[in-house]
């Protein structure tokens, strides 16, 4: 087996550092713009903030999906800009490396990414998606209720309120209670300095046990409340009925559905026709998203090589945005044959193909003597600016101000 030559070497070098650190970034931006809407949601809900935590390691599939490509984009084409910035590129294009070439670590780099892609988002986003939203289920359904919020009166049946001063051990070990409890023939009102939860037989049913408290009790028998004092106190409390959560990929959840299972919904002819398109949807966008992975080392470096006397860092935003806006571009032709609006294979694959064009030219623009697609697009926006300019002059005036 041959190994890589120093060249390639030396080129993966400069390409990993800026993948990692780009991926890493993304990835962490993501996180942190859904992290504060988490912990409002789970907040609002009564959960544990620790929650927050599992609900963000379920989404970082979906957006390690979303900074793969980004990633791999911006790690070739800063390395190769820095290539092209210092003359290296063109000292080995003067020694008969080609681009073709030079591009043989770059389609290593995304081929190993596209199998990490394919198995994120065919087998491990389904699962993580499914478990992100049984988090928000249970939530809201209060299977997370055991979490009581401190100092404040908690509700834990119709008939039972609770309130604690303080909480250790994830709810496990209670301290200051104050309990009511209203029961058919009276109700009871009991302090203790601890308590704790217990299981019993009875799924619908736990125990509070009081340690160390006083008890008043009220009931019609009773011409004076009756009060005592115990060193435990068990209080049975019904807990209300939770709904179990739906199975994975249940309700027309195409997202949570495994590529195989996609390939049997698609067309396999044993489900509605509505689920069967949204299914075809789901399926090749996935698809088009991973196999579009195969262009981007030729777009990167068809963006990285500014124009002779230039250092201008236009290349990294236009493939930014190229790559954004197809993603878009993805989303609205999903939706749109799931809705039946557009065949879903035509949606998606015509996108594609055009893209794919659009990177070839520019690829083999850069390929010919003299070429520079990103030199083209500098003179396009210089006109641009002109004609701006010379409709309204102000504006030119209102920027340099």
């Known amino acids: 087996m041959r190994t890589l ?17 780009t991926l890493v970034l993304a990835a962490m931006l993501l996180v942190l713009d859904k992290m504060l809407r988490l912990f409002d949601f789970v907040v609002n809900e009564g959960g ?54 030079m591009l043989r670590v770059p389609y290593l ?22 478990g992100y939203e049984r988090l928000r289920f249970d939530l809201r359904s209060g299977a997370l209720g055991a979490s009581l919020k401190v100092g404040e009166f908690n509700t834990l049946s119709k008939r039972f309120t609770l309130r604690i001063d303080r909480s250790e051990n994830g709810g496990t070990q209670l301290h200051g209670l104050f309990v009511q409890a209203d029961r058919g023939d009276g109700s009871v009102v ?18 509070l046990r009081l340690e160390r408290g006083r008890l008043i009790q009220q009931s019609p028998k009773f011409e004076t409340p009756r ?57 090749h966008f996935r698809l088009v998203e991973v196999v579009m992975m195969m262009l981007l080392p030729m777009l990167a470096i068809a963006l990285a090589v500014p124009p002779k006397r230039s250092s201008s860092s236009l290349g990294i935003f236009v493939g930014i945005v190229m790559v954004v806006a197809y993603h878009k571009v993805n989303q609205w032709a999903e939706d749109a044959g799931a809705q039946g609006r557009l065949i879903p294979e035509v949606a998606l694959w015509v996108p594609f193909l055009l893209f794919a064009g659009l990177i070839l030219w520019m690829y083999w623009t850069l390929s010919k003597p003299g070429g520079q697609p990103i030199g083209a697009l500098e003179r396009g926006a210089s006109v641009a600016w002109k004609k701006i300019r010379s409709v309204w002059p102000q504006f030119g005036q209102e920027a340099a101000t």
């Open 48 to 101: 544990p903030v620790s929650v927050v935590w599992r609900m963000l390691a379920n989404l970082l599939p979906e957006y390690l999906a979303l900074g793969i490509p980004i990633g791999l984009l911006l790690g070739i084409l800063l390395a190769f800009r820095k290539l092209a910035l210092s003359s290296e590129l063109d000292a080995l294009r003067g020694l008969g490396t080609g681009y073709g070439r």
């Open 227 to 283: 009060t005592l004092g115990f060193e435990t106190y068990d209080l049975p409390i019904n807990l209300p009925r939770i709904d179990s959560f739906r199975q994975r990929g249940a309700i027309d959840e195409t997202d949570e559905m495994t590529l195989p299972e996609l390939i049997v919904a698609s067309y396999g002819g044993i489900v509605s026709e509505d689920y069967q398109m949204a299914a075809r949807a789901n399926l």
């Open 5 to 21: 030559s120093l060249i390639d070497r030396y080129i993966a070098r400069n390409i990993a550092i800026p993948l990692l650190g």
């Open 109 to 130: 780099f995304a081929f190993v990414l596209l199998l990490v892609n394919l198995f994120i988002v065919g087998w491990l986003q389904p699962w993580t998606h499914y």
């Open 190 to 207: 009991a302090t203790a300095d601890h308590g704790r939860f217990l299981a019993t037989d009875d799924p619908e049913t736990i125990l």
